[in-house]
C-alpha cells in the first residue's frame, strides 16, 4: 500500500516568491496534518484536517500561510510570499480519526529552502 | 496545558548495549495516548508504538520494551542489545482527544560500533 505521497521532496526558492506544497495521504484515512520541523522548534503542527475540513489552524504561524484540503486525496500547504525564515522540513501525516486513538503516517517531508 | 518532555537530548552507547529513552508528560485529560516515533538519518518519521491511558501494561516488541508508568506521568523506551540500525532521533508524543499531537523535542541515539 502507498504511503503519504509529498511533493516536491526539496524546494529551493527565493525570498518572496510563492510555494506550494502537496500531499496526497493514504486512502481511507480521514484525518490530515502538516507539520514543520526546524531545528529550533522541533516539530510544530501547523493546522489539521478532519473529513476535509479545517478543525485547528492555530498552528499557522502567520497570514502567509495558507492550507486546503479540496477533497478526501489532496491537500496543499502554501507559502506567499515566503521568508528565509520559513525554511524547515514540512511533513505531512494521516491518520484514520480524529479523536481516536490512531497513529498519524508520516510523509518524507519536503525540505524547503528559501534563500 | 499539555507537554511532553525528553530531557536526553543526546545519548552514545556502544552496540550491543542496552539503552533508556525517558520521557515525561503533562497533561490534565483523563484519556490520552502516548507514542513512540523514529526519525531515522533518511528524515521520514516512522511509527514505534500507540499507548492509551487506560492500559499500563508494557509491552515488548523484539529488542524494543516500553514501560508506561501513570503515577509518575512516564512512558519510557528502552532498546536492549542496541544495533548501529537504532541510531535516529526518538521522539515521544501525547495525543488528546482534540487529536493534536504534541511532540518531545527528540532524543537523538547515537550507536557506535
Known amino acids: 500500500d502507498a504511503g503519504v505521497i509529498q511533493s516536491p521532496r526539496h524546494e529551493v526558492t527565493e525570498m518572496g516568491q510563492e510555494v506550494t506544497l502537496r500531499c496526497k495521504p493514504i486512502?481511507?484515512?480521514?484525518?490530515l496534518f502538516w507539520y514543520r520541523q526546524t531545528m529550533m522548534r522541533g516539530l510544530e503542527l501547523l493546522i489539521y484536517?478532519?473529513?476535509?475540513?479545517?478543525?485547528?489552524d492555530s498552528g499557522m504561524p502567520e497570514d502567509r500561510f495558507s492550507a486546503k484540503m479540496p477533497n478526501a486525496s489532496f491537500s496543499t500547504l502554501k507559502i506567499q510570499p515566503s521568508e528565509p525564515r520559513d525554511s524547515a522540513v514540512y511533513f505531512c501525516?494521516?491518520?484514520?480519526?480524529?479523536?481516536?486513538?490512531?497513529?498519524?503516517?508520516f510523509g518524507p517531508g519536503t525540505r524547503l529552502t528559501v534563500t | 496545558a499539555q507537554k511532553v518532555t525528553q530531557a536526553q537530548t543526546e545519548i552514545s552507547v556502544v552496540e550491543k548495549e542496552d539503552v533508556t529513552l525517558d520521557c515525561v508528560y503533562e497533561?490534565?485529560?483523563?484519556?490520552?495516548?502516548l507514542f513512540w516515533y523514529k526519525q531515522p538519518p533518511s528524515g521520514e518519521l516512522v511509527f514505534l508504538i500507540r499507548?492509551?491511558?487506560?492500559?499500563?501494561q508494557n509491552e515488548i516488541s523484539g529488542r524494543y520494551s516500553w514501560n508506561f508508568q501513570k503515577s509518575t506521568s512516564s512512558f519510557n523506551f528502552t532498546i536492549t542489545a542496541s544495533q548501529v540500525v537504532d541510531s535516529a532521533v526518538y521522539f515521544c508524543?501525547?495525543?488528546?482527544?482534540?487529536?493534536?499531537?504534541?511532540f518531545g523535542q527528540g532524543t537523538t541515539l547515537q550507536v557506535k560500533p
Open positions: 508524543a501525547l495525543k488528546s482527544n482534540t487529536g493534536k499531537l504534541i
Open positions: 486512502s481511507g484515512h480521514n484525518s
Open positions: 501525516a494521516s491518520s484514520r480519526g480524529q479523536g481516536e486513538p490512531y497513529e498519524q503516517y
Open positions: 484536517f478532519n473529513n476535509n475540513v479545517p478543525i485547528d
Open positions: 499507548r492509551n491511558s487506560f492500559d499500563e
Open positions: 497533561t490534565r485529560d483523563t484519556t490520552y495516548y
